[in-house]
């Protein structure tokens, strides 16, 4: 008997799931917005999202044509960051220059630019930066300094110092490296957040959810049936991005696929929980489309993704140990790109299983009380 109630509580758990995934894919909308954010990110995100300068345009103005400055503007214009270099004709132009974003930077040689090397002196070039461009403007600053300092010493004759730098896991600072192992985490709260957030509106809206419960299932056997597919798509999704990252950018992956699907499935619970809770509370469509919007927005802004976590303030700090997408984020690169194993990521782990169960449990408190 407890063998017959077994099988058919399973039998019916899969068939809500076989047919909450069939929804999905008979509904074109739906369909597009869990394959078009997949396809768009695999294919812009990793060129668009980046902090590194290239095809850069800077001006440069010096009051004496010589020789040492020509040299040093000749290897400005070699630097792979730099496309263009716009050599201005006085001084009065550099404000014409950053005001109408005709340059990104303005290099001022000194009068005695020249005077100064030849009698072995270090002369000071000023770099006007284009503040509306903060970042942008101070990394193109960054490497124009590596420049100049490289060549001052090459013309003084000292020797560069003997301080190493190896940049561990990302030898060549390729900021792919940080962008698609953290996509994985992106495209795959848009698929849970979708697909368990409008779950229990469609319902509403088609009509169907009375048809829910009056039929055998139990309360917690249609949360379970609405939750899975979540999780199978999200999987799918974050599956399409770690194949584009390994064989089409060739980003190597490092660590264990076992542990790594894991922390993927452990993080798709979690959201679980938010996307249901969401879910419970909306009418429409529409509400849940602005309750996944609400959530995502703050989610992403603290999870590290934009804004490194040690520069923000300490209350926000302790805030985002309650963000799921900090956690999986940090996980997918300790996995990805450094090999990690279980005993250093179990931390994190543990903290994703208690988010699970505390959005899980209020969320099945209220999908019990409104469904």
């Known amino acids: ?3 017959f109630i077994n099988n058919a509580t399973f039998y019916r758990i899969i068939t809500l799931i076989k047919k909450e995934l069939a929804l999905l894919w008979q509904d074109k909308q739906t ?17 668009a999202a ?20 020509t040299e040093l503007i000749n290897r400005l214009s070699h630097a792979n960051s ?6 201005l004709d006085s001084q009065a132009a550099i404000s014409d220059t950053i005001n109408h974003q ?8 000194p009068d005695d630019f020249a005077r100064k090397l030849l009698n072995g002196e270090s002369p000071q070039l000023q770099i006007i930066l284009d503040g509306r461009k903060s970042n ?8 124009i300094q590596q420049i100049i300092l490289q060549y ?11 301080l190493i730098v190896r940049h561990r896991f990302n030898s060549n600072l390729d900021y792919k490296y940080f962008i698609l192992p953290s996509l994985v985490a992106l495209i795959t709260t848009i698929g849970v957040m979708i697909v368990t957030s409008l779950s229990v509106a469609r319902e509403r809206e088609q009509g169907t959810l009375d048809q829910l419960r009056i039929s055998p299932l139990a309360t917690w056997q249609i949360f379970i049936g609405k939750a899975m597919p979540a999780i199978i798509v999200a999987s799918l999704q974050g599956s399409a991005i770690l194949i584009a990252s390994v064989f089409i950018y060739q980003i190597p992956f490092q660590g264990s696929w076992l542990l790594f699907y894991l922390c993927m499935m452990s993080y798709g619970l979690s959201l679980v929980g938010f996307g249901l809770f969401i879910s419970s509370l909306c009418s429409t469509q529409q509400q849940a489309f602005i309750g996944i919007i609400t959530f995502m927005v ?19 700090r302790y805030l985002t140990e309650l963000n799921p997408v900090r956690h999986f984020i940090e996980l997918s690169k300790q996995i990805y790109l450094k090999d990690v194993s279980f005993s250093v990521i179990w931390s994190s782990l543990i903290k994703l299983y208690a988010i699970t169960i505390l959005m899980g449990g209020l969320s099945y408190y209220l999908f019990k009380k409104h469904v």
Request: net charge positive.
């Open 136 to 143: 942008s403007a101070q990394i193109a600053a960054n490497y």
């Open 152 to 162: 001052q010493q090459q013309r003084s004759g000292q020797t560069q110092s003997g």
């Open 102 to 109: 005709k340059a990104l930077v303005v290099v001022q040689f």
């Open 1 to 3: 008997m407890l063998n």
């Open 50 to 69: 980046t902090l590194d300068v290239t095809n850069a345009t800077i001006a440069v103005y010096r009051p004496n044509i010589d020789e040492p400055s």
């Open 298 to 316: 703050p989610a992403i802004l603290l999870s590290g993704f934009i804004a490194p976590i040690e520069n923000m303030p300490l209350c926000l």
């Open 31 to 47: 369909r597009i917005i869990l394959i078009m954010p997949v396809l768009m990110q695999i294919l812009i995100f990793p060129f």
């Open 82 to 87: 730099f496309s263009k270099i716009l050599v």
